[in-house]
């Protein structure tokens, strides 16, 4: 259901650009991941032994954002958000079965009406299952659903592709997007979008990769068993991390909370027992080399080829992972391990060496910011924020204070209920919705595990109810009072539901 105020796209046929003054369009390349935790890189030293060089270097000779998210941590919902610009309630891609409106305008679409050749290889997953080309893109290279990591099936510009001999998916993708690379129209700017399905479970490394961190010592996150009365001994691989100072409240923990860490998404019940959390957390630290590999593969081309200094290259995930943070794992929720992201950008013309932003950047900004790297000013559905001008590493003041998350039951996953979320730069104010439950209201800065539930504190009924303000009059003004409900068939254990109506 839609309402004045945002629209949700134009078509494509009625597209029209205004461009920038002045601006020269530069060469862009997104690397998007799957699941990739923002502090699972080894420059930030959350994980002692992880090495993640190229993606090291990206922050190094470029900019790290410190305080990235998503608006919603799923991966369907996320990456309309990515390519539109807009929330999921105002795109209506709000789970993982939900089909895209046809209406939908994708910003690489704005970029082809500017004279960009653009491109897309790999992990598409929304609208719909297939891995059938999508507008906006001059070279396509996908395949069906979430994919699989060894021998995949490529969708090559609508030809069915297939690779055999142990292929591996990030291998391929990076081959097909430095193939594509070389063989463009040189005299046309590019965009790249590299989408990968790593780090996505269940996680499989490259061979290559296989045992590189079997004996990592794992931390296992102080919230990890703050659910339950002592550590098991199926977690033997690690210790856990030091709480010593941390104030638990273990009275207002919600009970969605402690009822899903024994189910799917649960340390305790992990996909219904049939994974080990240990091996489980070092298949991702393995699986997650291969990113690695692929994005040190892109700069080196865009060295040898002269290419490096003038080309954007901007890495980022589309949802975080939970690893046994709350006793969960996964994502959905609003908890920080879930909504936060990495992202970093590389461009030695455009950014400095080193730069770190604090300010809350999140992925309905990306559409808008290369949109205006390549002279084009943001369409008026765009919901995001260029942050091109925080490149320069300069804190703006007028930027935004909070920023907001929505996630919607899914009936697949029933654990996780409906969750809405507003976080500033010391509280984070969280509502479940559509059950009886506790509210949750944190100071992260003072708490940032989160788990100090301050909602009944008397001296922060002003704050809590000021945030819970904000948040229904921030849903209200975009129009997302209203969950876009739709008919689709979903699995929920072993039933077929199949709409009729």
């Not at 679409?109 to 609208?127: E, I, P, R």
């Not at 080193?354 to 205006?372: C, S």
């Amino acid at each position: 259901m839609l309402h004045s105020g945002f629209s949700i796209a134009q078509s494509a046929a009625s597209l029209q650009i205004e461009k920038i003054p002045g601006t020269k369009p530069r060469n862009i390349i997104f690397i998007l991941s799957d699941d990739h935790r923002y502090d699972f890189m080894g420059f930030t030293g959350k994980v002692p032994g992880l090495k993640t060089p190229n993606l090291d270097r990206v922050a190094n000779e470029g900019a790290h954002f410190q305080n990235a998210f998503v608006t919603t941590a799923l991966c369907s919902p996320s990456r309309a958000s990515i390519l539109t610009g807009q929330y999921a309630h105002t795109h209506t891609v709000v789970d993982n079965q939900s089909p895209a409106p046809k209406s939908l305008t994708y910003f690489p679409q704005y970029l082809q009406k500017a004279g960009y050749q653009t491109s897309f290889f790999g992990k598409w997953h929304m609208g719909g299952g297939g891995g059938e080309p999508r507008p906006g893109f001059n070279r396509w290279v996908s395949f069906s659903g979430q994919g699989v990591y060894y021998n995949p099936t490529m969708n090559i510009d609508g030809k069915l592709v297939a690779y055999k001999d142990s292929s591996y998916v990030t291998d391929v993708l990076t081959d097909l997007t430095l193939d594509w690379l070389e063989k463009r129209d040189k005299t046309k700017p590019f965009f790249v979008y590299l989408s990968h399905k790593a780090v996505h479970s269940d996680f499989k490394p490259a061979r290559r990769d296989i045992g590189a961190y079997k004996n990592i010592k794992i931390q296992y996150p102080v919230s990890m068993f703050s659910t339950a009365n002592a550590k098991s001994k199926k977690f033997n691989k690690g210790q856990q991390a030091d709480s010593t100072g941390i104030t638990f409240n273990y009275k207002d923990i919600p009970a969605w909370v402690k009822a899903q860490r024994y189910s799917w998404h649960g340390v305790d019940f992990m996909y219904h027992g049939q994974t080990d959390f240990d091996q489980f957390y070092i298949d991702y630290l393995e699986t997650l080399n291969g990113l690695d590999n692929s994005v040190g593969r892109v700069l080196d081309y865009l060295k040898a080829n002269g290419l490096d200094k003038e080309t954007l290259v901007v890495y980022m995930g589309d949802n975080g992972f939970s690893f046994g943070e709350h006793g969960l794992i996964d994502k959905r929720h609003a908890y920080e391990e879930s909504m936060r992201v990495p992202l970093i950008a590389r461009a030695p013309a455009l950014i400095k060496p080193g730069t770190k932003i604090k300010e809350m950047v999140l992925n309905v900004d990306i559409a808008p910011t290369i949109l205006e790297m390549a002279g084009v000013k943001k369409p008026a559905q765009m919901q995001g924020i260029s942050f091109l001008r925080l490149f320069n590493g300069l804190p703006d003041p007028n930027w935004r204070k909070e920023v907001y998350y929505e996630y919607y039951w899914e009936n697949a996953f029933p654990q996780t209920p409906t969750q809405y979320a507003v976080r500033t730069d010391q509280y984070k104010f969280i509502r479940s919705q559509g059950l009886w439950d506790i509210d949750q209201l944190y100071d992260i800065q003072k708490d940032p595990y989160e788990v100090n539930n301050l909602i009944r504190k008397p001296e922060l009924q002003g704050v809590a109810k000021s945030l819970n303000e904000k948040l229904w009059t921030w849903l209200d003004k975009t129009n997302g009072l209203y969950i876009p409900l739709k008919a689709i068939d979903e699995k929920k254990n072993d039933h077929l539901y199949k709409n009729t109506w």
